[in-house]
């Protein structure tokens, strides 16, 4: 059964979803990084410190990081491990060229590779890494199963992997004032900022439309990983989830 977060797509076209997913983060990588500022008031950067902390307790010595659009995950994970090697993989060629060239100011052009690619076909041997990381990312694949599955398989046994996502707050309280920010403030800045404001419109439809909690997790275990667990953040609006295989 199709997960309702699979059909919420950028534009209303008959074109598959991973298609519009790559067309649309290319229109807008420009202006990606000021709008991920803005959308979370720079909270996602404490967001992401608490995810590469948990992937760097276990000390991986390879890291994929999924959806690794414009690098920011790959370069805090890569200065988090020392040693690790870690390989980005996005549908996005705009993301990654300018993904690689904060890599090169960095000065871990020589630990980070960004490449193009599928998370639902992923280029890689069965076992190929010690962790992996989607930040950001999974409310954007085609099919969350496939996504997972292959995730799975590409990790190795004993591996962890993590997933940073947006989520709709449960509590009561919370709920309208999230709700008046996502389908208001945002979409207007992105209207404002970025030169695609559907992609800002399709941005809160998309984390409404993905399963969070014990669903999430039920997604995890079907996919054959083990220990799922949730850990929410700032009030539910954010969740990071790991597992082993």
């Known amino acids: 059964m199709q997960i309702d977060a699979e059909k919420v797509k950028p534009y209303d076209s008959a074109a598959g979803k991973t298609g519009q997913v790559e067309a649309m983060f290319d229109s807008i990588a420009p202006a990606y990084d000021t709008m991920n500022r803005l959308m979370t008031m720079g909270i996602d ?7 590469v902390e948990m992937v ?7 890291i994929l990081d999924v959806a690794t659009g414009t690098g920011d995950f790959a370069i805090a994970l ?25 890599v090169e100011k960095a000065s871990l052009d020589g630990r980070i590779t960004l490449q193009k690619g599928d998370c ?15 930040a950001f990312g999974v409310r954007n694949f085609e099919s969350l199963a496939r996504g ?7 990790l190795r046994p004993g591996g962890t992997l993590c997933i940073l996502e947006l989520a709709v707050p449960s509590s009561p309280l919370v709920r309208p004032f999230y709700n008046i920010y996502t389908r208001g403030i945002i979409p207007l ?3 404002i900022i970025s030169s695609d404001p559907r992609a800002y419109t399709y941005l809160p439809q998309s984390i409404a439309a993905m399963p969070s909690g014990q669903k999430m997790l ?3 275990r079907e996919a054959g990983l083990r220990q799922p667990r949730l850990r929410p953040l700032t009030l539910g609006v954010c969740a990071i989830y790991t597992a082993h295989k």
């Open 218 to 220: 039920a997604l995890l």
């Open 148 to 154: 997972y599955a292959e995730m799975a398989r590409v």
């Open 78 to 102: 890569a200065e988090a491990v020392p040693g690790a090697t870690v390989t980005g993989i996005d549908l996005s060629g705009q993301m990654l060229a300018i993904g690689r060239r904060k």
């Open 120 to 134: 639902l076909a992923l280029p890689f041997a069965d076992g190929s890494f010690d962790a992996i990381t989607v």
């Open 189 to 191: 800045a992105g209207r």
């Open 45 to 51: 950067r404490s967001w992401r410190r608490k995810a």
């Open 56 to 62: 760097a307790s276990s000390a991986p010595r390879s």
